[in-house]
């Protein structure tokens, strides 16, 4: 009954902004009631967050007081907010200074899930406000909150790698506060948009009566898969951070999946996996975490493809490596058009980043103008639709990128393709995250290159090389444009059907090689 006369004096003769009581009202209808020292909105807590202990107790003292010894509480609460934690140590010293008890409680405003709108709308009501501005400001503040975050991070960043060119850092834990706030951001996302799916709230926020903007929604999206990989994050994974102006990016890369893959197989009685460029064998068992399973079993199968048909050779003239790339560039022009002259018809060349193709687009372009050149494009274009059809006629050399959306994948038979050069072998681009990678699995098996860049760069050869022969009455040519190409360290990668790869050291040889090719091709078909 107390309890009842207390809030209806708030809201009758206390009311401002909110329903309000002051202590003659508390000390008028205490009999009966339970205390608590409140949240970080009660008047315990915000003296000791201004630093005004004494005061704090002289307020802890009050309280007891007027309800009488044992019907008043410090409370403690631990919602991950940093202010709690302080409020929280110094709550703990007052309980042991003024014998008064404690109890731990969690800020419960409503019992079930779709009760948020409603409650929502009950504060609305009493505080005067449209929901749709709550909504606005609520994930405003989340947004803020994760926002600070980032600005630590990158501020510390900064700091860190001041004489350093790349400015990152990594980390083998997830740092709590961005984690925290990220996870509070989710929750009032996933909470508007219920709140929208119910009651469709203002335009600036959503773009029609019931979606949320493309861009915010997007980001619901980013914000959901990055924590549930963060629920995944254990010794295989690295927390990444690197910043760029002002920009600052985070990652939570996985270093290595084999345990997580095991478990997903395991699932099921048996698993099969089949490519033609699953080379080397262990590598790709170490990966997917089939090493150390003993029933695991593997197998190379022979090409179903007649091996004359296909004319391997590797240009052991040709460095493609950094330091040599513009000295590359006349050559390799040179021995694609000793390829591409030797017989008429369609040929790409594969290079290993998009500013290498261009330069050699240039120099191509230069020496040989009557011969026509499409350069695939960073963006979408119609690369693939010059390929289409065969020009017996005259010879068309297509530029693509190595790894790109036009070295696998593209099913291009008979006479639509009858060549391909690649250039370079295909490693990935030396990096904070790729070094990161190399020497998680230098410490796991003394094999970090060849995990890293190596093995990665050669699987992308092979499926390049693949797109020649697509059919058993299909034959071309494969050029390899690395002087690497010649050593064990690659020759070992090579697949079985690449037995008979032959090594030429120039033009003149290339040139033999390929009339002495396409003639044979010529009688075999007579």
């Not at 206390?14 to 409140?38: C, N, T, W």
């Not at 693509?400 to 370079?424: N, R």
Request: contains cysteine.
């Amino acid at each position: 009954a107390n309890l009842m006369k207390i809030v209806s004096r708030g809201f009758t003769e206390g009311y401002y902004y909110k329903p309000r009581v002051d202590m003659e009202v508390l000390q008028e209808f205490h009999e009966g009631i339970i205390a608590l020292s409140a949240c970080l909105a009660g008047e315990v807590p915000r003296f000791i967050l201004k630093g005004m202990k004494d005061e704090a107790r002289k307020a802890a003292r009050k309280y007891e007081a007027c309800f009488g010894k044992g019907n008043y509480f410090l409370e403690l609460q631990d919602h991950g907010i940093p202010e709690q934690r302080t409020v929280n140590m110094e709550l703990l010293q007052m309980s042991r200074e003024l014998d008064i008890p404690l109890v731990t409680t969690n800020d419960v405003h409503y019992t079930y899930a779709e009760d948020a709108i409603p409650h929502d709308i009950l504060l609305c009501l009493q505080t005067g406000k449209k929901l749709a501005d709550e909504v606005s400001k609520t994930l405003s503040k989340a947004l803020m909150a994760v926002n600070r975050q980032m600005l630590s991070l990158r501020k510390q960043i900064a700091q860190d790698t001041q004489q350093e060119q790349e400015h990152f850092m990594t980390a083998h834990t997830l740092p709590e506060p961005l984690l925290q706030s990220l996870r509070h951001l989710f929750t009032v996302y996933s909470t508007t948009l219920e709140q929208n799916r119910r009651l469709p709230l203002q335009p600036s926020l959503f773009s029609s009566a019931h979606s949320l903007a493309p861009e915010l929604m997007q980001l619901y999206f980013d914000l959901r898969f990055f924590l549930r990989i963060a629920d995944l994050f254990d010794e295989r994974f690295c927390f990444f951070a690197a910043a760029s102006g002002s920009q600052l990016t985070v990652k939570l890369l996985c270093l290595d999946p084999a345990q997580m893959v095991d478990e997903r197989l395991k699932l099921g009685r048996c698993t099969a996996l089949f490519s033609a460029t699953l080379s080397p064998p262990s590598y790709y068992k170490a990966v997917l975490g089939c090493d150390s399973d003993e029933q695991t079993h593997s197998y190379a199968l022979p090409s179903p493809f007649v091996q004359e048909k296909l004319c391997l050779l590797v240009c052991n003239q040709i460095n493609t490596r950094w330091a040599m790339r513009e000295q590359s560039l006349e050559p390799i022009a040179q021995l694609l058009f000793e390829m591409v002259s030797a017989k008429a018809g369609n040929y790409i060349a594969y290079f290993p980043s998009y500013q290498y193709l261009q330069k050699e687009a240039e120099v191509f372009s230069q020496l040989y103008p009557q011969l026509p050149l499409v350069l695939q494009s960073p963006q979408e274009d119609d690369f693939l639709a010059q390929f289409d059809q065969p020009h017996p006629e005259r010879s068309l050399l297509g530029f693509a990128v190595l790894g790109g959306i036009y070295s696998e994948g593209v099913d291009l038979q008979g006479e639509k393709l009858l060549g391909c050069a690649i250039i370079g072998t295909g490693l990935p681009k030396v990096g904070a995250q790729q070094e990161i990678l190399r020497e998680y699995f230098q410490q796991k098996n003394n094999s970090g290159y060849d995990f890293a860049y190596r093995f990665p760069g050669m699987n992308k050869v092979l499926q390049a090389a693949g797109r020649v022969i697509r059919s058993p009455q299909d034959r071309g040519v494969v050029l390899l444009l690395d002087d690497r190409f010649t050593t064990a360290a690659y020759q070992r990668l090579f697949p079985a059907h690449w037995s008979h790869a032959r090594i030429l050291s120039d033009s003149e040889q290339l040139r033999q090689t390929l009339c002495t090719f396409w003639e044979s091709q010529a009688d075999n078909n007579g």
